[in-house]
């Protein structure tokens, strides 16, 4: 049986606090960053946890030592002293963090985008509407160039750094899909048909997308769909207009 082990580690990192989650596992180390804003309450903490942790993006593993459970309780004690004098994650960690933040530049760079349209913003003092599109195969999320990386999640912060020096150019679709379920339907399709080319997984996700839309199902078969697509139970995007804003 394999022992994992997991610490969370929150600390201020201006202008927010964030938390770094490091899980251990047959001696390898992955981490995740999460942003949570204002000082995090120990409730808030262990809600999130319960709600959130496994919809974490875990970056890709690195060899760590695993240190044995130390059990002198003056050496526990200077431990805890120690941690709560630091301020940040360890060298190792940081080390993941930039392999996945590399990783990711790279799958943007070489995948051949099949792009929806994720966000529709209508203004309404212009009189227009503004399209932003998103890839069904790699994730990118070409709305998050609008927002402040401040505000944003690890993850979406590779995507924006990204996005600054690429634009975002591929297979147009002309479809308008939340991104999160157009990406997981996108996935479903390969791990069916791993070998298809895009016209032909661009076909599939087509009448994947459209079944599902004209489906009339329950909201416990809807909450039951999103965990078949690994989305959150709490998934309410189906439809083309849950993307329309303004």
């Not at 580690?9 to 981490?31: H, M, N, Q």
């Not at 309404?124 to 402040?148: F, H, M, W």
Request: glycine share 6%; aromatic share 10%.
């Amino acid at each position: 049986m394999k022992t994992i082990k997991c610490k969370l580690t929150v600390y201020f990192a201006e202008p927010f606090w964030v938390g770094v989650f490091e899980r251990i596992c047959d001696g390898k180390l992955s981490v995740a960053k999460v942003t949570f804003g204002a000082e995090p309450k120990d409730y808030d903490i262990q809600e999130f946890v319960l709600k959130h942790y496994y919809d974490l993006q875990f970056s890709p593993a690195v060899e760590t030592i695993v240190k044995k459970d130390k059990k002198n309780p003056k050496r526990v004690l200077r431990d805890v002293k120690k941690q709560l004098q630091n301020n940040g994650i360890g060298t190792k960690s940081q080390q993941a963090l930039k392999l996945q933040h590399e990783l990711k530049k790279e799958e943007y760079s070489s995948c051949n985008h099949i792009l929806v349209y994720s966000e529709i913003d209508y203004d309404r003092y212009e009189g227009r509407s503004y399209k932003r599109c998103g890839c069904i195969k790699c994730g990118l999320d070409g709305s998050v160039s609008s927002q402040g990386r401040e505000y944003l999640p690890f993850s979406q912060k590779i995507m924006y750094d990204y996005l600054r020096k690429n634009h975002l150019r591929g297979k147009e679709t002309n479809i308008t899909c939340d991104l999160d379920l157009a990406h997981a339907i996108y996935s479903k399709v390969k791990e069916v048909h791993p070998d298809i080319n895009d016209d032909t997984a661009i076909g599939y996700f087509e009448i994947a997308l459209n079944n599902i839309r004209n489906a009339k199902v329950s909201e416990e078969r809807k909450t039951n769909r999103a965990k078949r697509l690994s989305l959150s139970p709490k998934f309410k995007n189906w439809n083309a207009s849950d993307v329309h804003h303004g």
